[in-house]
C-alpha cells in the first residue's frame, strides 16, 4: 500500500483525508493552520512540518488548496513541495485553479521527476464524507490508474478526461455552469419578490418545472430558511468565477455571463456573506433590490 499526504484541510480536504485514513492507507498531513489537522492526528494521521516534508514521507500526495496563490506556495515556495527533486511522486492537484496554472506546474513537476494528475471533484462535504465525488482527471493514464485505489476510496466515478489540464478544465466548465445558475436564480426570485410574489411559492413552481437542477431541491430548505451546514461559500463561488473567467479569456471565449455572476458574488462577499451558503446570494441580491427599488411594487389582487 502506498504512503499518502495530504496537504490542505479545509472542510472537503478533511472530509476526504480521513476516508483515506480510515481506509487505511498511511497518511501525512500538512495545513497552514495546524489546528485544522488534529482530529486526523488524533486519528493516526502524522504531521509534517512542511510540504516538502510531506512528500519525502509520501509516495501520492493529495493537494486541495484554497486559490492560485496557495497552489504556487505549496509546490514552489520555500519548503514547497517541489523544493528538492522527487523522483517517483506521483501529486494529485485537486483544486480549482486556471487550466494554464495547472499546465505550468506540470512542467515543473516534471522537472523535478514527479507526475501530475489534475483532479478536481464535484461535489461539496457530504458526498466527500461518504466517498460519493465525481472525480474528473487530467494525466497519464497510468498515473491515474496508480492513484486509482486511493481515488476509489474518495469518489463514486473516475472521469479520465485527456492528458495534463483536461480535468481542471472540465471542473471550470462545470462549475461555471452551476455558479451562473445561481446567479440568474438570484435575479429571477428577487424579481418576484418585489412585485409581492412569496418566495416558497416560487420555489414550489421552480420545482415542478424542467428549469430546476437536482442542486436547488437539496438547497431549498436553505432558501427558506433552515440553518444547515454551510457546504460552498459565497466567497469560495466567487474565487472559482475568478479562474473560470481568467480561463475563457486565456480560451478566447466572451464570459459575459460569467462575469455578470461573478460581479453578484464578489458584490456580496464584499457586503459581508462570504463565509455563507452559496444559496445566500439569493438572500443577497433579495436585500439589494429591497433597499435600491423605488417604489415597491404590489400586484392586483387575485
Not at 486556471?98 to 464535484?122: F, K, M, N, W, Y
Not at 429571477?188 to 412569496?198: E, H, N, P
Not at 479569456?249 to 459581508?272: I, K, M, R
Amino acid at each position: 500500500m502506498e504512503r499518502l499526504g495530504f496537504i490542505g484541510l479545509g472542510r472537503m480536504g478533511q472530509a476526504m483525508a480521513r476516508r483515506l485514513l480510515t481506509a487505511g492507507f498511511p497518511l501525512t498531513v500538512h495545513n497552514r493552520t495546524r489546528s485544522r489537522a488534529n482530529a486526523l492526528i488524533a486519528a493516526g494521521a502524522v504531521w509534517a512540518d512542511t510540504p516538502s516534508e510531506v512528500a519525502a514521507r509520501s509516495d501520492m500526495v493529495f493537494t486541495i488548496l484554497t486559490d492560485e496563490q496557495a497552489v504556487e506556495a505549496v509546490y514552489r515556495g520555500q519548503g514547497g513541495l517541489l523544493s528538492t527533486d522527487a523522483p517517483g511522486r506521483l501529486f494529485i492537484e485537486m483544486s480549482t485553479i486556471r487550466t494554464a496554472t495547472i499546465l505550468a506546474l506540470a512542467e515543473a513537476v516534471e522537472q523535478r521527476g514527479a507526475h501530475l494528475l489534475d483532479a478536481p471533484v464535484s461535489g461539496t462535504v457530504a458526498p466527500a464524507r461518504d466517498g460519493q465525488l465525481l472525480i474528473l482527471v487530467g494525466g497519464r493514464a497510468s498515473d491515474v490508474e496508480r492513484a486509482r485505489p486511493a481515488l476509489q476510496v474518495l469518489g463514486r466515478r473516475i472521469i479520465h478526461l485527456g492528458g495534463q489540464g483536461a480535468g481542471t478544465t472540465m471542473k471550470l466548465a462545470l462549475n461555471m455552469t452551476m455558479a451562473c445558475f445561481w446567479g440568474a436564480l438570484a435575479e429571477s426570485l428577487a424579481i418576484g419578490r418585489q412585485f409581492g410574489l412569496s418566495l416558497d411559492a416560487m420555489l414550489d413552481v421552480y420545482l415542478d418545472s424542467p428549469v430546476a437542477p437536482p442542486a436547488l431541491r437539496s438547497k431549498t430548505p436553505t432558501l427558506l430558511g433552515e440553518t444547515s451546514e454551510v457546504a460552498f461559500d459565497v466567497a469560495g463561488v466567487r474565487k472559482d468565477l475568478r479562474s473560470m473567467v481568467a480561463t475563457a479569456q486565456d480560451a478566447g471565449v466572451p464570459a459575459a455571463v460569467a462575469a455578470a455572476a461573478l460581479a453578484h458574488f464578489a458584490a456580496a462577499t464584499a457586503a459581508g456573506y462570504g463565509e455563507r451558503d452559496l444559496a445566500a446570494i439569493v438572500e443577497y441580491l433579495a436585500d439589494v433590490a429591497r433597499r435600491t427599488a423605488r417604489p415597491v411594487f404590489t400586484l392586483g389582487e387575485p
